[in-house]
C-alpha cells in the first residue's frame, strides 16, 4: 500500500507562485499513475494533473495548462506541482494520489487508490 504525504500549501497573493511536493513510501514509476486533484469549499473533487504509470505523459486540466507543471523525481519517490499565476479560483485543498489507472481514466478520482492527506493552498485578491 503506497502512502503519500503532500507539503508545500500556503497563503499567496494573486500572481504569485507555490510548489507542492508530495513523497511516496515507495517507488511509483512504472507501477502507479501518479497525479494531483484539489477540492474547493462546497465544490466536488477535481483533476489537476496527472503523470502516466510509465511516465511517458502528462496531463493537465484546461484551467490550469500553462501555469502549472507536474514533475517527479523517481530517485527521490517524490513528486512536485509547481504552480504559477495563481488565481483566487484556485483555492483548493490539494491532494495528490496514485492508482493503476490507465490512459483514459487519468483524469478519474476512482482510478486511484491511494490518497494523501491534502494540502491547503490559498490564493488572496
Known amino acids: 500500500q503506497v502512502q503519500l504525504l503532500e507539503s508545500g500549501g500556503g497563503v499567496v497573493q494573486a500572481g504569485g507562485s507555490l510548489r507542492l511536493s508530495c513523497t511516496a513510501s515507495?517507488?511509483?514509476?512504472?507501477?502507479?499513475?501518479v497525479a494531483w486533484f484539489r477540492q474547493a469549499p462546497g465544490k466536488e473533487r477535481e483533476f489537476v494533473s496527472a503523470i502516466s504509470w510509465s511516465g511517458g505523459g502528462t496531463y493537465y486540466a484546461d484551467s490550469v495548462k500553462g501555469r502549472f507543471t507536474f514533475s517527479k523525481d523517481n530517485a527521490k519517490n517524490m513528486m512536485y506541482l509547481q504552480m504559477n499565476n495563481l488565481q483566487p479560483e484556485d483555492t483548493a485543498v490539494y491532494y495528490c494520489?496514485?492508482?493503476?489507472?490507465?490512459?483514459?481514466?487519468?483524469?478519474?478520482?476512482?482510478?486511484?487508490?491511494?490518497w494523501g492527506q491534502g494540502t491547503q493552498v490559498t490564493v488572496s485578491s
Open positions: 515507495e517507488r511509483t514509476n512504472g507501477r502507479y499513475a
Open positions: 494520489a496514485a492508482g493503476r489507472a490507465i490512459t483514459s481514466s487519468l483524469g478519474s478520482e476512482t482510478a486511484y487508490a491511494y
